[in-house]
């Protein structure tokens, strides 16, 4: 973990995997979020005492608490691995998801934990039958939307085989609000890797890593409503428009939405490959 100023001077203030076996946790990937408290918290995927990830509090000024150490039990009923940051809900608890484990496939969690490290399952994925109609691998982390309700995606399961959107509650009860297409020859978008956001007009917008036409698969830009109505507001098709958008939207002050892509782009000298791009999108476009 670092600091910077805004003039450029970096500060180092914590190495992970400072203790054995990495029991401080190591691979953080998802941002911070700095809590009402000041502190700040985050996710490790690796480490911890069972080598599954971690949940940590930091200070400003570097001191690391582990609050919790994930797959505390045999098959990880906590669930493991969690790539996303967290959200900190109205009540002052933190919520996320873990990729894998909980329930009898492990296939990921949607977990809710308090500022001193008591953590509980709300919900595990794939828990209705093999077919998994509530989804799994939630990759992304959750929002928190104007109704109180937490709302996340998840890549795989859902009623047509290619992921989710779904709403949950802080007492844990989960609904599928749409369902995208992973099958095959299905004209529609699949596999939402990135955090939605509800912007000012109260949707949700987010991306999708594949999909578009069903021949130019490249991935696309949906709104949906909390009510689970789903418009799909741009269909990436072209290499300099960019491609596979695995990351999710932010809205700036103007109202504009702006995002990133993983490949396509003008130039493609990236290892071999495409190099991605940075891309805007007005509020009100439908192309």
């Known amino acids: 973990m670092f600091k910077i100023t805004p003039q450029g001077a970096l500060t180092t203030l914590y190495k992970f995997c400072s203790k054995s076996n990495c029991a401080d946790g190591w691979v953080s990937i998802a941002e911070l979020i700095q809590s009402t408290d000041g502190n700040f918290y ?14 940590y509090k930091i200070t400003a000024a570097g001191k690391l608490t582990t609050l919790h150490s994930f797959c505390a039990r045999t098959n990880c009923p906590d669930g493991s691995k969690p790539a996303a940051a967290l959200v900190q809900g109205k009540d002052g608890n933190f919520y996320g998801t873990t990729e894998f484990g909980g329930g009898s496939y492990r296939y990921g969690t949607v977990f809710k934990i308090t500022p001193t490290g008591k953590i509980t399952t ?17 990759i992304a982390g959750l929002v928190q939307a104007t109704d109180g309700d937490f709302y996340g995606t998840d890549i795989g399961g859902g ?13 844990g009860k989960l609904t599928t609000l749409y369902s995208f297409c992973g099958q095959v020859g299905c004209p529609n978008s699949e596999q939402p890797y990135g955090t939605l956001i509800q912007a000012t007009d109260g ?18 830009i949906f709104k949906i409503t909390l009510a689970g109505k789903l418009t799909t507001l741009h269909k990436f098709e072209t290499v300099p428009g960019g491609q596979y958008p695995d990351a999710g939207l932010v809205q700036a002050t103007n109202g ?5 892509t993983s490949a396509g782009g003008t130039f493609t000298d990236c290892y ?16």
Do not use: E, K, W
């Not at 009623?159 to 007492?171: K, L, Q």
């Not at 987010?206 to 036409?213: A, M, P």
């Not at 071999?272 to 192309?287: E, P, Q, T, V, Y």
């Open 42 to 55: 985050g996710t490790t995927v690796r480490g911890g005492a069972y080598d599954n990830g971690t949940l």
């Open 203 to 220: 949707n949700l917008y987010g991306t999708t890593y594949y999909g578009g036409n069903g021949q130019q698969d490249f991935g696309t």
């Open 122 to 138: 709300l919900h595990s994925f794939c828990s209705q039958n093999q077919q998994c109609p509530d989804g799994f691998f939630p």
């Open 159 to 171: 009623a047509r085989s290619g992921g989710s959107v779904f709403r949950i509650t802080s007492a």
């Open 256 to 260: 504009i939405f702006y995002g990133t």
């Open 272 to 287: 071999g490959g495409s190099c991605g791009s940075i891309f805007m999108l007005a509020a009100d476009s439908a192309r």
